[in-house]
């Protein structure tokens, strides 16, 4: 039993942890380039907050949106 969790350690520190390492010893020579994930991230966020904020306006002027605060039972 001891060698199954021994391999489930080797499994996650030597391959699956790899990418993570790689990216640790890149922080020290360019800080950007590690973080290029996280800035992918950030503008898929930002662009999915303003479409969905425009996607409420349009509801909003066309009065489709239903702010009634019974609409669910449990709010009764």
């Known amino acids: 039993m001891k060698s199954f969790?021994?391999?489930?350690?080797?499994?996650?520190t030597d391959y699956l942890f790899l990418p993570f390492h790689m990216l640790r010893e890149l922080e020290l020579t360019n800080w950007w380039a590690a973080n290029i994930l996280n800035?992918?991230?950030i503008i898929i966020c930002c662009a999915a907050m303003v479409y969905w904020i425009k996607q409420l306006n349009i509801f909003k002027a066309n009065n489709e949106d239903d702010q009634d605060t019974t609409a669910h039972s449990f709010f009764k």
């Open 39 to 41: 800035w992918i991230f």
């Open 5 to 12: 969790f021994e391999a489930i350690g080797t499994l996650f």
